[in-house]
């Protein structure tokens, strides 16, 4: 007994020895392993965590892990996923993943395409019901490759999300209701398209036979053992997750709570709508960047790895690549892949170096967050001053430009005559490319067109000019200073100002009505409520029905006899026509009228 005892004891030491022993080698591994950045592996845990520090001001719940292609370099949770109730982020909190979930909607096509059930370069129409593409402005035929690269040239669309689970139907019924008008040639334009993806999913849905859901959790989830992560549009797919997404709240990037747990239900849903925890979103990055040694569950050729990791896009002539198969380029001092998120409650992103195998997912619960999902990755991968993009010569576009992605066309098209910008000297430390007066970014391409927006800050400066003075002509003229006049009997009821106030009330109610639908869609962006789109198609039919209104007042106008009338009041009215004119003109130039595009 006592020999066994002694022996149990030489064993226990011997193992406390070699343990010491290995330990010491792991942290001389680490000291000689560099990430991209050239920052040794030993030193990220405490240049992570000095980072958080210096922003806990603002931080709220932030899950990161740091991989390569042996394991888990580096792996915390910080902040609170409720902070009111101090509840702590830890790896088992669900994050949502937002346009993360694309990613798996391109393995699913590049898993397709590897089993030779479709063609990256033929038409899309080939894998869709008879004329569901309704809104088609070009012959060019739309590829799977355009899709990836959101170069289909279709315009952004509004109304893809909802707080009533019981809206969401299924997928091809989302996409045909909101179908949106292509507006510029396919593969002549950059402009990041929700539905474009979307419509990518229901190809996969087509082509496999199988729900999207069903594809994704066969295919993707179950291969890689990712039991903690849902793609459903209502978290049905996964109970875990869904009541585990129920602990989360969500703030803004100041840290201040929006929206409580900012619940929304995807229409689009393969576009945006997976969550899980981030080892789940961990093991999704690592089965992108296999070995001989730990190969790949999604493929079963090496080859489509490859094929997926050559450009199929480009910034301009460079030989800078800007898309991989939907997986966006980023600019660091190494070149990586992979894909951010963004919901009205939650930013992700993924990122990895092909080469090295090193990457590196993030989840936070704050909207449009940055700090962490963008300026971080720098420690991992360097800056943007060392990379290739930065390298060439680059002069800051003159003039104004305009976005091409957003709504081009219909009665919202006139956010993208606000959406007018310029460059500064700032702007050569981010990402983009300039060639033939076209701006190019990673999302979005941005054409260098000064006349055409100056006509559009004029077009809206006009409808605001004529608004106010409608407002202002009716409310203190028409009810308080005419009134005050009458009463000492120095007022004229004259025909010629029965048409001045009717109009200028008119033109004054466009401009309210024009002013309640941007507040509410520049609220919907912070909040994610927008609005349905039946309340919309109503502010539509008012724009319609002011403008019917407008153009009767006027031609009565123009042909009433004003002969008791003074010139002052004559050139009066002739100014409020002018802007009515204008007015009216402004409506049908940004179809604001047009409630059945809507």
């Avoid at 089965?287 to 090496?302: Q, W």
């Avoid at 990457?359 to 360097?382: F, K, R, S």
């Avoid at 909040?527 to 198609?537: L, N």
Wanted: net charge neutral; charged share 20%.
């Amino acid at each position: 007994m006592k020999s066994t005892r002694k022996f149990s004891a030489w064993i226990l030491l011997f193992s406390i020895f070699l343990n010491q022993i290995m330990t010491g080698v792991n942290a001389s591994n680490l000291d000689k392993k560099i990430l991209p950045s050239g920052l040794k592996y030993s030193d990220l845990p405490r240049t992570i965590e000095n980072y958080v520090n210096n922003h806990k001001r603002t931080t709220c719940g932030m899950n990161v892990i740091v991989y390569d292609r042996d394991g888990i370099i580096y792996e915390n949770s910080f902040g609170y996923i409720d902070k009111e109730s101090m509840v702590k982020s830890d790896l088992d909190s669900v994050y949502e993943w937002g346009s993360i979930s694309k990613l798996m909607i391109w393995v699913s096509v590049m898993q397709l395409y590897e089993k030779g059930k479709l063609d990256l370069n033929v038409d899309i129409k080939n894998y869709l019901p008879e004329n569901f593409l309704k809104n088609l402005s070009y012959d060019k035929p739309i590829t799977m490759i355009d899709l990836m690269n959101h170069k289909a040239g279709f315009q952004d669309t509004y109304f893809i999300q909802t707080t009533d689970a019981s809206e969401i139907t299924t997928l091809e019924d989302a996409l045909s209701i909101r179908s949106p008008k292509q507006v510029y040639e396919p593969g002549e334009h950059t402009a990041y398209s929700n539905w474009s993806a979307a419509l990518a999913a229901l190809i996969v849905q087509r082509v496999s036979g199988m729900d999207y859901v069903e594809y994704v959790h066969k295919n993707i989830l179950k291969p890689l053992s990712m039991d903690h992560t849902s793609i459903g549009p209502k978290y049905d797919d996964n109970t875990w997750v869904k009541s585990e997404r129920q602990k989360q709240k969500c703030y803004d990037i100041e840290g201040e709570e929006i929206g409580g747990k900012a619940m929304y239900y995807i229409h689009l849903f393969p576009a945006g709508s997976a969550a899980g925890t981030i080892s789940d979103l961990q093991k999704f990055a690592r089965a992108l960047t296999p070995d001989d040694k730990n190969p790949s569950p999604l493929f079963e050729k090496k080859d489509t790895l490859k094929e997926i990791y050559s450009p199929t896009s480009f910034y301009g002539s460079s030989k800078v690549a800007k898309n991989y198969h939907g997986f966006f380029a980023s600019e660091y001092k190494v070149e990586t892949i992979g894909h951010g998120g963004n919901t009205f409650g939650f930013s992700s992103m993924l990122q990895f170096d092909p080469i090295s195998g090193v990457g590196m997912v993030l989840m936070t619960n704050q909207a449009h967050e940055t700090i962490y999902n963008y300026d971080m990755y720098e420690i991992i991968y360097g800056k943007f001053t060392d990379s290739k993009l930065s390298k060439i010569k680059r002069d800051l576009p003159k003039g104004l430009i305009l976005n091409t992605r957003g709504i081009i066309t219909g009665p919202l098209s006139f956010l993208g005559a606000m959406g007018v910008s310029s460059f500064s000297e700032e702007d050569l430390s981010n990402w983009w490319y300039e060639e033939n007066e076209i701006v190019e970014t990673q999302f979005s391409d941005f054409l260098v067109s000064s006349p055409k927006a100056v006509t559009n800050i004029l077009c809206i400066l006009v409808f605001i000019i004529a608004g106010i003075y409608g407002i202002i002509n009716t409310l203190i003229c028409g009810l308080i200073l005419d009134p005050i006049k009458k009463k000492k009997g120095q007022a004229i009821n004259s025909p010629i100002k029965k048409y001045s106030y009717i109009i200028s009330s008119l033109m004054g109610l466009a401009l309210i009505n024009l002013f309640i639908c941007f507040m509410r869609l520049n609220s919907g962006y912070r909040t994610g409520d927008i609005g349905s789109a039946f309340s919309y198609i109503i502010q539509s039919i008012i724009f319609a029905i002011l403008l019917i209104l407008m153009i009767i007042a006027l031609i009565k106008a123009f042909k009433g006899r004003f002969d008791l009338a003074t010139k002052k009041e004559k050139f009066k009215l002739f100014i409020i026509e002018l802007l009515a004119v204008g007015q009216c003109m402004v409506i049908m130039i940004f179809d604001m009228y047009k409630f059945w595009a809507l």
